[in-house]
């Protein structure tokens, strides 16, 4: 950010400037037809969260790399700048105002749905079209033309999870815990929804804060019921600790979960003994699961030196559902380029996207099972 | 009972984190009467270094936290160096030196470490031991007990040593101090490099406990800086009690109130301080901002 803070000035100055010219001379700001094409990334950079944005940029950045290699669009190439939101609401919208002002075409982030849905009615208003990696239902909730996801909401997440744990595996004796920041509050949400419907209560409901570090009291609650597995909807540092204080504290039962149990962020911080059998409810459970796939791991792991996972493969999806719409609207902006975005059908590595009115394109998640450290597909 | 006495557990582990936190502040303290907003950062910076020396450097724990603890307290030299020309003049702009070097010490560990952060397993891999059951961490008890040798140190050099008894009578009058000849720049350096160092100490331990990353030196920060105050800013004995203090009322309130937990603890924080504002230990020798 404070690099940033000279050009941050100039913007001002130039957005005084421009307040003092006649109306109608500063058309050239933004939809110029020569030149880079312009798209923000928005997304933690730093703060808790950050993990979570380094992913989704080094996503994001291969893809547009790749395009750029093979000429850009148009002959234009594709200039993807880096905006930092601390994971931060207010942060966000201060950067919404920010990408509008300087001419961007379309946003790519911010991967914590509270920001994007602060975020959302600003490039609403300024029709920037924008590719989360949020999966909140609040997201759907926002209503926006010009938002979407590139994944599927938590709705899918836990009724895909709930129904191979209760009606497969038939567990019924399930404890809860998740934090209540927007991720854990939707994943608490639409889980417990998911088990109502199957006519189950949780033994046991414990909320956390998201930047609580001692669980005693939680956990030693949920050991009393001894519940047959325990539901954890937080974010992958916070999930990590839960599993290691559970551990410590003699609990056996599996934990399961959504996209951040799966990562291995989540699995170091929690120790690779201590995560085994953790049931995962992810729309990409491995780097082998497909050739496309695999050809991406390869192109990530060359330009990163590590493993690439499920942030980084849907921002990576997200962005070329981006550029594709990008190149089939002949570099539209606005609302022509949020129409061409909806009417864009990809094969992505989460599978084939199609996107509805609600700005959701895929609706599907697999069953992985954490074995041997490794996330590998649950053989139900 | 078991809900209890196992939370009042979980809650001494971290406490005893936020003591050693708190102890950095309230030395700072006592010594120039700053709080160095920096404190915080160094702790972030204490964490890295220990964990790089023990991960990348397969430095045995203990030797990768005495190396830490060395580097970070040239660091709180520096800082102290740089704002010496403050001293006793500008004390307003030395607290903004230290939020400046904050926020430096914080872009510098991003810029070293990356954005995202590490997990450090646990240097003592012996299982829990299972008390009436409870379950109790081996490596909570061994953080337990290097902060006690910390704290019993520290004690020790400010009442036993020449240079400590030296530091404490720059705390309680500088002119008078310097009128018999100690050198206060000298004396606050070495408040500052101790400071750093418990820092350190405080972030290489709480490594395995935690989750490295950039962020982590923010919330002990704070919680250390709430304990600092809740045992009476500047006091010793204040520092420990109010870091576990912290730490129990924190596991306490997440039992109880769940998701209001945060809340909570800070609720009870101000009611306490509004009823002593000194906080437990009071003692308010030092008056110098």
Redesign the interface.
């Known amino acids: 950010m404070a690099r940033n803070r000279p050009l941050y000035a100039l913007a001002v100055l130039a957005l005084v400037l421009a307040g003092c010219s006649a109306p109608g001379s500063d058309k050239k700001s933004s939809g110029s037809t020569t030149g880079p094409i312009k798209i923000a990334l928005v997304d933690a950079q730093s703060g808790q969260l950050s993990s979570l944005g380094a992913w989704e940029l080094k996503g994001a950045k291969l893809a547009v790399s790749e395009w750029n290699a093979q000429g850009g669009i148009n002959g234009r190439q594709i200039q993807l700048d880096v905006f930092d939101d601390q994971g931060d609401p207010t942060t966000g919208t201060n950067l919404a105002r920010k990408i509008q002002s300087e001419g961007y075409l379309a946003m790519i982030g911010t991967a914590e749905s509270a920001v994007t849905i602060a975020m959302a009615p600003t490039l609403k208003t300024a029709q920037i079209p924008n590719i989360t990696s949020g999966q909140s239902p609040g997201l759907v909730a926002v209503g926006s033309e010009f938002l979407f996801l590139n994944g599927p909401t938590s709705t899918t997440y836990d009724e895909t999870l709930a129904k191979y744990v209760v009606d497969q595996q038939g567990i019924k004796n399930i404890a809860m815990i998740t934090n209540n920041g927007s991720y854990g509050k939707g994943e608490h949400d639409a889980f417990t929804k998911a088990l109502a419907k199957r006519s189950v209560t949780p033994v046991a409901d414990q909320v956390v804060t998201t930047d609580q570090k001692d669980f005693s009291a939680a956990l030693t609650a949920i050991r009393q019921k001894s519940p047959k597995l325990i539901f954890l909807g937080a974010e992958e540092v916070e999930s990590g600790l839960i599993v290691k204080q559970a551990r410590d504290l003699g609990i056996t039962a599996p934990f399961a979960g959504g996209a951040p149990q799966g990562t291995p962020v989540f699995l170091n911080t929690a120790g690779a003994q201590n995560v085994e059998g953790t049931i995962v409810s992810s729309p990409y459970l491995s780097n082998d699961i497909s050739p496309a796939s695999k050809k991406f791991a390869d192109a990530y792991k060359a330009a990163y030196g590590e493993d690439a996972e499920l942030h980084g493969a849907k921002a990576y999806d997200g962005a070329q559902i981006m550029l594709t719409a990008l190149k089939n609207s002949n570099v539209a902006t606005g609302k022509a380029l949020a129409d061409a975005i909806r009417a864009t059908k990809y094969q992505g590595l989460l599978g084939d996207f199609a996107y509805d009115n609600t700005g959701v394109g895929i609706f599907a998640t697999s069953i992985g099972k954490i074995s041997n450290g490794k996330l590998v597909a649950a053989t139900s | 009972m ?2 209890f006495f ?2 009042i ?3 001494v ?2 406490g005893a984190i936020y003591a050693l936190v708190a102890l950095g502040f309230s030395l700072v303290y006592r010594t120039m009467g700053l709080v160095n907003f920096a404190h915080g950062n160094v702790v972030t910076v204490g964490a890295y270094l220990a964990s790089t020396f023990y991960l990348s450097a397969k430095l045995p724990f203990a030797i990768a936290m005495v190396v830490a603890i060395g580097v970070t307290a040239v660091i709180g030299l520096v800082i102290e160096r740089v704002l010496r020309p403050l001293e006793n003049r500008d004390f307003d702009l030395m607290l903004i030196g230290t939020i400046g070097f904050g ?1 430096v010490l ?2 510098l560990v ?1 810029m070293i470490w ?6 450090v ?1 646990s240097p003592v891999p012996a299982a ?1 031991l ?1 008390l009436f059951g409870l ?1 109790i ?1 081996t490596y909570d008890l061994v953080v337990l007990a290097i902060a006690a040798i910390a704290t019993v140190l520290l004690v020790l050099f400010l009442s036993r040593t020449k240079r400590g008894t030296a530091m404490q009578a720059v705390a309680m009058d500088h002119e008078a101090a310097t009128a018999v000849g100690i050198h206060v720049g000298r004396s606050n350096a070495i408040a500052f490099a101790i400071g750093a160092g418990l820092a350190a100490l405080a972030g290489g331990l709480v490594g395995p ?3 490295v ?3 982590l030196g923010g ?1 002990l920060g704070i919680k250390g800086f709430a304990a600092a105050i809740l045992g009476g800013f500047g006091s010793i004995p204040g520092a420990i009690v109010g870091g576990l203090a912290i ?1 129990v009322l ?3 309130a ?3 109130f ?2 209001y ?2 809340l909570v603890t800070f609720l009870v924080f101000t009611v306490i301080i509004m009823i002593r504002p000194t906080g437990v230990f009071g003692e308010r020798t030092v008056n110098r901002a």
Do not use: M
């Open positions: 078991q809900v196992q939370t557990v979980g809650g582990s971290l926020i914080d872009a991003i990356g954005a995202t952060g590490r997990a397993p829990p299972s379950r961490r406990l935690l989750y990353n950039p962020a919330t730490g924190d596991s306490f997440a039992g109880h769940q998701g937990s945060e």
